[in-house]
């Protein structure tokens, strides 16, 4: 029986200088309905204030590496993953954001926007501000703090 390559993909997730702590996994497992994306992070930054958690941009990246320079420590993550030049926020690389708890968050979610041989190679960033769904072109989600590349 044929075996799909490219039916699961992970993206180990690391911090960058100013958020050493953050790490975890971002898991996809492909299936006829679409690829399902799981998000297990820690060290996230979070509120003190026990009414209140803190929304992450979370993004695939057309990008193939978690390198950057001075100014940009993940620039060479490019930005969002959009062969199709959809707007914001309809890329193929957009996902919904991450709810920090107590500096973890945990995320499910079915697309159906990509299949795994369309995101492997490529990165998923981590953003310190939540996306907004509207500015174009990335959803004004801010600075790039944790990057993963994604592997088969």
């Known amino acids: 029986m044929f075996t ?22 971002v898991t996809f497992k492909e299936n ?5 994306v799981t998000a297990k992070i820690y060290g996230l930054p ?9 929304f992450f941009g979370f993004h695939i990246h057309e990008g193939t590496s978690c390198s950057g320079n001075v100014k940009d420590e993940f620039a ?18 957009d996902l919904p954001p ?5 500096g973890y968050a945990y995320m499910s ?15 998923i960033i981590i953003h310190d501000m939540p996306d907004d769904f509207t ?9 790039k703090i944790a990057c993963g590349k994604i592997e088969a």
Request: glycine share 10%; charged share 20%.
């Open 4 to 25: 799909n390559i490219f039916n699961h993909a992970k993206a180990p997730i690391k911090g960058g200088k100013k958020y050493p702590a953050i790490h975890g996994m």
């Open 32 to 36: 006829k309905n679409g690829v399902l």
């Open 46 to 54: 979070h509120s003190k204030d026990s009414c209140m958690g803190r």
């Open 76 to 93: 060479d993550a490019k930005s969002h993953l959009n062969p199709s030049n959809c707007p914001h926020p309809f890329h193929m690389g």
């Open 98 to 102: 991450l709810l920090e708890n107590d």
């Open 109 to 123: 979610v079915l697309v159906n926007k990509f299949k795994i041989k369309d995101i492997v190679g490529k990165v």
């Open 135 to 143: 500015s174009q072109p990335s959803g004004n989600s801010g600075t």
